[in-house]
């Protein structure tokens, strides 16, 4: 290539980027002018600013950034000049009358540099003795924003309420009861996900939704009920009063601008306020990591974000997996839920797209988006929703108690919310009975209504499932298969029948094994598959999928899905215990009554264990225990008891096998299930550890899995026999890729 044309290739390259900057600058410039109050910290001047800017104290406007922070001021929409706060703190007002700021849309938008290391300090506040609020505060290394409304009482149904204040029962958090009662909802960051630096923050109300986003990259949200209240200026920047009046300058950093909006910004706004997508992209990833590879063990990357209930849907050879995503494992909008509909869609189960939000939140009375079921009827795909109105009786909804909705869209992915109720009640599983031509929906509390034009349902049962002392009654599933027909309900109950409507048999828990609340959906090549979820705290946590076997009787079996099992490395060799005549690859252990440990040492945090166990006569129990420490310490202990049949997921007790724990199995945690009459001869048994999760799979027909917060530190992989010998045979260890 001739100078000249690099020369001619540079100059093209330099003013294309020119151009792009220039762009974005211009449509930064129009955002910031449609702002009612704007504040650039250039100079003090009226032209500068769309209002009076104060300084008291140490501080001072007009500092010139250099080099890579005066270009990333650029980026961000500033112009290079920020404010200065040592000591002091600046008084922003309007000189014109503002806007109102009372409604049910707003923006803030604050670029900031907090020199402390971490949020400290208010950033922004009334400039009004009398209130101590902090609308943005920096405590404790947490961003904290806080939104107010008007009181509760004000918002929802007097006779309601007065029960409510009678039971408490529905807030199982101390803390939130007050936020409640005086209509405040907070959102919170640390500081230790997004590193200290400039920080672009923004804060959108749009009237359903409230969220905190920052450098572009959704942080939090949560869901109001009420228009803003008490949000006015003048405002008080790097600085605030405390409850006895006095002013507290704990705020040391720089400003670059602060702007409100009287309406929310759209998304594409909000991008160009943040320097486009490629950096948000980045910044996403660099404080989140990577997106889920595989929907086994899925969980929607983000702060505080979970899955919850499951409902698989198979149509047109596309698997969608519509599942509850959750922030704050179901304690947000004030303990109600605060729950939507999300979407995954594969057509090999290898591979998978998360689409859009099947239903999210639209309206400000809505509590939860509550569990429903997906179904394609007349060239439309449906989704049935609850509405968890029940929860909180607001005055703006325009029903009372919990509804039954559909949600409607023709190509599975999209769909308009019909706003209309179906049924009374919650949760819903629909079907076609083919005996009668009618379709079927299945309500919170096993009755069933029937329509024949999927539209009008009249009832036709009330409790048609066996009552099961201890059996919740939520989320129904029923799926055929074989001629068989198959009830799910609640946590830990399925029943089969050879008719629609019974007699129903009840049959062996196999589809749970700690996994909450699973639905089944047929899947191709008449296959069945579940979707449940792993709890890891309190409500959310991790996707779990299964692929069900079924028997010549009707009993049903879960294994791992094979499409879903995790890629591994080359297999590895453990090291034995010192002394001991047993190797990588087996493992014996004789008994004489005492329990009776070894362990090979060096296993993986994140790997695939598989073995051979061969059960010798008389035993007590046997078993190992994952990732534990020396001395038979932490870890997760899996326990076989041939004469019981009982398999036990527990924690060692500083050297001891642990307590049989009578949690319920749902909490995935440490639980036992009985009746499992097949540890008195050779089985296969297969492990997936990842990510603190333990999958258990024992001879392809039994799942358990359970999820271990921060309780597999060791390397060390136990085995254990009481009373009689055992081996273990056939051990390879995979790592996972």
Same mark, same amino acid.
């Given at each position: ?41 250039a100079s003090n001047s009226e032209s500068q600013n769309r209002g ?71 950033? #922004? ?15 404790? !290394?947490?961003?904290?924003? =806080? ?6 009482? @004000? ?18 958090? %101390? ?5 409640? #009662? ?29 969220? #905190? +986003? ?54 594409? =706004? ?43 849907? /198979? ?35 290898i591979h998978f797209t998360q689409q859009p939000l099947a239903v ?7 509590? &939860? ?12 795909? /449906? ?28 190509? &599975?992915?999209? +769909?308009? #919310? ?20 009618? @379709? ?45 027909? @198959? ?15 019974? %007699? ?40 779990v999928l299964r692929e069900l076997t079924q028997d010549n009787k ?7 899905? %094979? ?42 945090? !994140? ?63 440490? /639980?036992? @299930? ?35 917060? !921060? ?8 085995? +254990? ?17």
């Open positions: 290539m001739t100078i000249k044309k690099c020369i001619i290739k540079t100059l093209f390259l330099v003013s294309s980027i020119y151009i792009i900057l220039t762009n974005n600058l211009n449509a930064q410039e129009a955002i910031f002018s449609k702002a009612v109050f704007y504040f650039d910290f009076l800017l104060l300084q008291v104290g140490k501080v001072a406007t007009g500092i010139s950034l250099k080099d890579a922070e005066y270009q990333e001021s650029l980026k961000y929409g500033g112009d290079g000049k920020v404010g200065r706060i040592e000591s002091g703190y600046f008084i922003a007002d309007a000189y014109n009358p503002l806007p109102s700021l009372d409604g049910y849309e707003m923006t803030i938008c604050l670029r900031v540099k907090d020199e402390s290391g971490g949020w400290r300090g208010a950033l #922004l506040s009334y400039y009004d003795a009398n209130n101590a609020y902090r609308i943005l505060n920096g405590v404790d !290394n947490n961003l904290v924003y =806080e939104w107010h409304t008007t009181k509760l009482k @004000y918002r929802v149904d007097s006779a309601w309420l007065s029960q409510m204040m009678q039971l408490k029962q529905n807030w199982t958090v %101390p803390n939130s009861l007050p936020d409640l #009662l005086n209509g405040r909802l907070t959102l919170n960051s640390p500081a230790s996900l997004t590193g200290d630096g400039w920080h672009t923050i923004m804060i959108r109300f749009n009237k359903a939704k409230l969220e #905190l +986003f920052i450098d572009g990259v959704l942080i939090n949200e949560e869901f109001p009920n009420g228009n803003l209240q008490d949000f006015r200026c003048p405002f008080l920047i790097g600085g605030a009063y405390n409850e006895n009046r006095f002013m507290m300058k704990d705020f040391k950093g720089l400003i670059d601008h602060f702007a409100v909006w009287n309406y929310a910004l759209t998304d594409s =706004e909000i991008v160009s306020l943040n320097g486009g997508r490629e950096l948000i992209s980045a910044k996403k990833l660099k404080w989140f990591g990577s997106e889920p590879t595989s929907m086994q063990y899925f969980k929607p990357i983000g702060y505080d974000q979970s899955a919850g209930d499951c409902m698989p849907f /198979y149509y047109d050879g596309v698997f969608h997996l519509f599942y509850l995503q959750t922030r704050h494992h179901h304690h947000g909008k004030w303990e109600t839920g605060g729950t939507q509909f999300a979407q995954l869609t594969s057509t090999d189960l999210p939140f639209t309206e400000q009375w809505e509590s &939860g988006i509550g569990t429903g079921d997906a179904f394609f009827f007349n060239g439309k795909y /449906y989704l049935f929703y609850t509405d968890c109105g029940s929860r909180m009786e607001y005055k703006d909804k325009p029903h009372k108690g919990s509804r039954i909705f559909t949600a409607s869209g023709t190509d &599975g992915i999209h +769909f308009t #919310l019909d706003n209309k109720p179906v049924l009374d009640g919650e949760d819903a599983a629909v079907f076609l009975d083919k005996e009668t031509g009618k @379709y079927c929906l299945i309500t919170h509390g096993d009755d069933c209504y029937v329509s024949d034009d999927f539209k009008n349902w009249t009832l036709y049962k009330k409790h048609f499932l066996p009552e099961k002392k201890g059996t919740s009654v939520e989320c129904p599933n029923h799926f055929e298969w074989n001629g068989w027909h @198959y009830y799910i309900l609640g946590r830990n109950a399925i029943w089969k029948s050879k008719n629609t409507f019974g %007699p129903f048999e009840e049959i062996a828990p196999a589809i749970y094994g700690g996994v909450l609340v699973p639905k089944v959906t047929e899947y191709k090549e008449n296959r069945r598959l579940s979707a449940g979820f792993l709890v890891d705290y309190w409500y959310g946590g991790y996707l009707g009993n049903i079996y879960t294994r791992f899905v %094979p499409e879903l099992i995790p890629a591994t490395l080359p297999e590895i060799h453990l090291t034995p215990e010192p002394g001991s005549k047993n190797t990588s690859n087996q493992i014996r252990i004789e008994s004489d009554g005492n329990v009776v440990k070894t362990y090979l040492s060096g296993l993986p945090a !994140n790997c695939r264990i598989r073995m051979r166990i061969i059960p010798g006569t008389h035993l007590n129990n046997f078993g190992l225990s994952l990732r534990s420490e020396p001395g038979f310490v932490s870890g997760c202990e899996l326990r076989f008891e041939p004469d019981s049949g009982r398999f036990c997921i527990g924690t060692p007790r500083l050297g001891n096998l642990s307590a049989v724990s009578s949690d319920p199995p749902e909490w995935g945690y440490n /639980y036992s @299930y009985t009746g499992i009459s097949i540890f008195d001869k050779a089985f296969d048994l297969d492990i997936i550890i990842k990510n603190s999760i333990a999958d258990i799979c024992i001879d392809n027909k039994r799942c358990m899995t359970t999820y271990r917060r !921060n309780e597999l530190p060791g390397d060390k992989l136990y085995f +254990f026999a009481t009373h009689g010998n055992v081996q273990f045979t056939n051990i390879i260890i995979e790592p996972l890729q």
